[in-house]
């Protein structure tokens, strides 16, 4: 006759191993799924052989070989020759020895692998190393887990190369960039020079300015012509002014009323100024114009407005002082 304790013990035992078989069960249910699933690749080696014994659906669409084939194979993942000219072999030994390991993206050619030499291209993958121990604690398998990256790792290598495309025409825009910035800098030189050249006051004898003007008078040149001489006058204390237009082809109002005005500021800051190389042309276009000429001083020649200025200048040297009253009458 059984003893009840020892009935009710047996039972709770049975009740714990039902559990137990459950749990694996449940376990061996979810790794047939995975084994079944074509969306994921799974191999289960030996360890220490690291030989398949198992493989998924998913494995063998990944690398279009029958897992019966690879399994009856002498392959070893220990003695890969791509794996090891790849330094991925340390890694193995790793989860052999019951570390789990996580692999970087890597490609893989099967046609340089005799036991999965197919018509499949160079694949890109991440691989997860599972150990599997048994009761005791030892590591007896291995679950290698593949995912297939080739078109992420696609999409990178054109990010890359878009990537070297843009720093390269960035670096082209900054020397371009920098090429037209000098390019600017030397214009704006030019134009620097051009226009101190456009304003020559020259200073042909203490107290005597010549400003001889060459080509068309436009508003910018009138304003940078009447800055420029107002400058000279007040820098040199000149006392004549001789503003030349020899070289001037034709005048309009504008240019006409301009040199009017800078004979006029002349005169507001202490300088007489004669206008020399008047042509017939443009003391016609003058007189057609109806420009106010006021007491402006003209010459036909720069000789003429020199000798004059000469003279004036001399007598003004060779006049008398005159006595200074002393204030009573």
Not at 41 to 49: A, I, L
Not at 280 to 286: E, K, L, P
Request: charge should be negative; aromatic fraction near 4%; glycine fraction near 6%.
């Amino acid at each position: 006759m059984v003893d009840e304790d020892e009935l009710a013990r047996l039972r709770r035992r049975v009740a714990e191993l039902e559990q137990q078989v459950e749990v694996l069960s449940t376990n061996a249910r979810r790794f047939a799924s995975l084994l079944a699933s074509d969306g994921c690749s799974v191999m289960v080696m030996n360890v220490p052989e690291t030989h398949p014994v198992a493989v998924s659906v998913g494995w063998e669409k990944q690398w279009r070989v029958p897992g019966a084939s690879i399994v009856a194979s002498d392959y070893r993942m220990l003695a890969d020759a791509q794996l090891e000219a790849k330094g991925v072999l340390p890694a193995v030994e790793r989860a052999c020895a019951g570390q789990w390991v996580v692999q970087p993206p890597m490609s893989y050619d099967p046609q340089q692998t005799e036991h999965v030499r197919t018509g499949q291209a160079v694949k890109w993958f991440v691989q997860f190393l599972c150990p599997v121990r048994d009761a005791s604690g030892a590591v007896v398998e291995l679950v290698l887990l593949e995912h297939d990256v080739s078109d992420l790792h696609e999409i990178a290598v054109r990010n890359e190369a878009l990537l070297r495309e843009q720093r390269q025409l960035e670096a082209s825009l900054r020397e371009r960039n920098q090429e037209l910035e000098e390019r600017f800098a030397f214009i704006e030189a030019q134009q620097q020079a051009i226009s101190a050249l456009s304003v020559p006051v020259i200073q042909v004898w203490d107290g005597i300015l010549v400003l001889p003007l060459v080509g068309m008078v436009d508003d910018a040149r009138a304003e940078r012509i009447l800055s420029g001489l107002l400058s000279a006058i007040t820098d040199s204390g000149a006392q004549q002014v001789i503003i030349d237009i020899t070289g001037v082809p034709t005048l309009d109002a504008a240019a006409a009323n301009a040199l009017i005005r800078a004979v006029a500021a002349a005169r507001l800051v202490g300088a007489q100024c004669t206008l020399s190389g008047v042509s017939s042309r443009i003391a016609q276009t003058i007189l057609t114009l109806d420009v106010e000429l006021g007491a402006l001083e003209t010459s036909g020649t720069l000789k003429a407005a020199l000798e004059r200025a000469l003279r004036r200048k001399n007598g003004a040297a060779a006049a008398p002082a005159r006595p200074v009253r002393s204030g009573r009458p």
